[in-house]
């Protein structure tokens, strides 16, 4: 078997809400799905979802290759992105390549990746995360609702801006999950994207336990700042977690050096085998890992072969716009189907007749860092997304101050039904799609 081309589409993942962090929102709740589709001459394809960032570069790496020699093709990409780097983008691009080799391989197998991977159980436990920092009390509690009527008693909330306004937001649903649990104790986390220095941390979070138990707190300071960590870590009872934003086992290196983490994440975007290598080098400090993303069914996959896998971010119950994957959201737990490869499968019509286009574009959002992040003094009021834009001008304020209680907004949507499917028809309004010119 024999790698021929790949082409580059995009899609659209629809949540019917704003979503965003303490750096920003996407207020019309759409965001782009770039997919990667890989071919071969035996007629299998694989699909990897990444940015679309110097892909025929990339791709010159795995021409002509059998794609089942997965990860010395992964070495070959980063080899080849060598002397521009292959971190930020690049490397989310490597990872949709790696992606879509692990699922041509599995599907030659004719097994569903997890299996290939030596995975024992198709059940992969699950955190809800909501991405909800904009989101008003009623919209909240809606939302968490459909997460705890799947079983999920779990929860990581968006913040970091507020300590007052976070404190009601995770009492909130602290006592949601706690009914829907029949009144045992749920888990709460709360990620700050980056948003504190190390004493604005430390503060934050030691006037968020004296009511609350956070499992962790994810992204307290600088992704990089491997001391900052360490020193957070040592000022708060919640454990440390971040890694996300990191590429490469170089950029964890100093951080597990330090002591500086708890919790051992990676992104969905960076691929696979990106993926294994981190847990690998996680478990010989005996930390646990912990999967994020949108859509994070390669990671997922991989997952179940892992012995320090501890949860798994559960964003979406439904895939982007065209998609279909199998697996659906069971009793608190991915459930992984038994579709050989990763168990994607593409309706390209749906696709390429939709338009649908985010509003907010690659350089505003929750992808650009404040002004003041890190410098602010006094809370920023209401956490919303007008405020948070104000607070990329000088003289706004953040962290840590005290306001009253965030005031309930509209009537709640409807929660789902406990089984969800993860599938997608033809969509009744559809999105812009690209279509790149296909290689080969």
């Given at each position: 078997?024999?790698?021929?081309?790949?082409?580059?589409?995009?899609?659209?993942?629809?949540?019917?809400r704003?979503?965003?962090?303490?750096?920003?929102?996407?207020?019309?709740?759409?965001?782009?799905?770039?997919?990667?589709?890989?071919?071969?001459?035996?007629?299998?394809?694989?699909?990897?979802?990444?940015?679309?960032?110097?892909?025929?570069a990339?791709?010159?790496?795995?021409?002509?290759?059998?794609?089942?020699?997965?990860?010395?093709?992964?070495?070959?990409?980063?080899?080849?992105?060598?002397?521009?780097?292959?971190?930020?983008?690049?490397?989310?691009?490597?990872?949709?390549?790696?992606?879509?080799?692990?699922?041509?391989?599995?599907?030659?197998?004719?097994?569903?990746?997890?299996?290939?991977?030596?995975?024992?159980?198709?059940?992969?436990?699950?955190?809800?995360s909501?991405?909800?920092?904009?989101?008003?009390?009623?919209?909240?509690?809606?939302?968490?609702?459909t997460?705890?009527?799947?079983?999920?008693?779990?929860?990581?909330?968006?913040?970091?801006?507020?300590?007052?306004?976070?404190?009601?937001?995770?009492?909130?649903?602290?006592?949601?999950?706690?009914?829907?649990?029949?009144?045992?104790?749920?888990?709460?986390?709360?990620?700050?994207?980056?948003?504190?220095?190390?004493?604005?941390?430390?503060?934050?979070?030691?006037?968020?336990e004296?009511?609350?138990?956070?499992?962790?707190?994810?992204?307290?300071?600088?992704?990089?700042?491997?001391?900052?960590?360490?020193?957070?870590?040592?000022?708060?009872r919640?454990?440390?977690?971040?890694?996300?934003?990191?590429?490469?086992?170089?950029?964890?290196?100093?951080?597990?050096?330090?002591?500086?983490?708890?919790?051992?994440?990676?992104?969905?975007?960076?691929?696979?085998?990106?993926?294994?290598?981190?847990?690998?080098?996680?478990?010989?400090?005996?930390?646990?890992?912990?999967?994020?993303?949108?859509?994070?069914?390669?990671?997922?996959?991989?997952?179940?072969?892992?012995?320090?896998?501890?949860?798994?971010?559960?964003?979406?119950?439904?895939?982007?716009?065209?998609?279909?994957?199998?697996?659906?959201?069971?009793?608190?737990s991915?459930?992984?189907?038994?579709t050989?490869?990763?168990?994607?499968?593409?309706?390209?019509?749906?696709?390429?007749?939709?338009?649908?286009?985010?509003?907010?574009?690659?350089?505003?959002?929750?992808?650009?860092?404040?002004?003041?992040?890190?410098?602010?003094?006094?809370?920023?009021?209401?956490?919303?997304g007008?405020?948070?834009?104000?607070g990329?001008?000088?003289?706004?304020?953040?962290?840590?101050?005290?306001?009253?209680?965030?005031?309930?907004?509209?009537?709640?949507?409807?929660?789902?039904?406990?089984?969800?499917?993860?599938?997608?028809?033809l969509?009744?309004?559809?999105?812009?799609?690209?279509?790149?010119?296909?290689?080969?």
């Amino acid at each position: 078997m024999r790698i021929t081309g790949y082409r580059a589409l995009n899609t659209v993942q629809e949540w019917g809400r704003a979503i965003g962090d303490a750096n920003g929102v996407y207020a019309d709740g759409l965001t782009d799905v770039p997919i990667v589709v890989v071919s071969t001459d035996e007629g299998i394809t694989g699909v990897g979802m990444g940015p679309h960032v110097e892909l025929d570069a990339i791709f010159a790496a795995i021409d002509g290759e059998d794609p089942r020699a997965v990860t010395a093709l992964y070495d070959r990409m980063l080899r080849q992105t060598f002397k521009a780097g292959h971190a930020g983008a690049v490397f989310g691009a490597i990872g949709a390549f790696d992606t879509a080799l692990w699922d041509i391989k599995a599907k030659a197998a004719g097994q569903p990746l997890w299996r290939l991977l030596g995975g024992r159980d198709r059940l992969v436990p699950a955190y809800a995360s909501a991405l909800d920092i904009e989101l008003d009390d009623d919209d909240l509690v809606a939302t968490y609702k459909t997460y705890a009527d799947h079983g999920i008693r779990a929860a990581k909330l968006k913040g970091g801006l507020d300590v007052d306004r976070d404190r009601h937001r995770l009492t909130l649903v602290q006592d949601l999950l706690a009914e829907a649990g029949g009144g045992s104790r749920p888990g709460l986390m709360l990620d700050a994207n980056e948003c504190w220095s190390r004493k604005q941390a430390v503060r934050y979070v030691a006037e968020l336990e004296r009511t609350l138990d956070l499992i962790w707190v994810e992204e307290p300071v600088r992704r990089w700042d491997a001391e900052g960590h360490a020193a957070v870590g040592r000022g708060m009872r919640a454990s440390v977690a971040s890694g996300e934003n990191l590429s490469g086992l170089e950029q964890f290196r100093p951080l597990l050096a330090a002591g500086a983490l708890d919790i051992v994440q990676t992104a969905s975007v960076w691929g696979v085998t990106h993926f294994l290598r981190v847990a690998a080098l996680a478990h010989a400090y005996d930390l646990p890992v912990s999967p994020i993303g949108t859509n994070p069914v390669g990671l997922l996959h991989a997952a179940t072969s892992l012995p320090n896998h501890l949860v798994s971010e559960l964003q979406v119950l439904h895939p982007p716009v065209g998609i279909d994957i199998d697996l659906r959201i069971e009793d608190g737990s991915f459930v992984l189907g038994d579709t050989p490869g990763l168990g994607i499968s593409m309706d390209e019509a749906a696709i390429a007749v939709c338009a649908l286009q985010p509003a907010t574009v690659s350089f505003d959002g929750p992808g650009v860092r404040p002004e003041r992040a890190g410098r602010r003094l006094l809370a920023v009021a209401g956490g919303t997304g007008a405020a948070r834009a104000q607070g990329r001008g000088p003289g706004q304020g953040g962290c840590g101050g005290v306001r009253a209680p965030h005031p309930p907004g509209p009537t709640a949507v409807p929660a789902r039904r406990r089984r969800a499917r993860w599938h997608c028809g033809l969509p009744s309004r559809s999105h812009h799609a690209t279509v790149p010119g296909a290689r080969r």
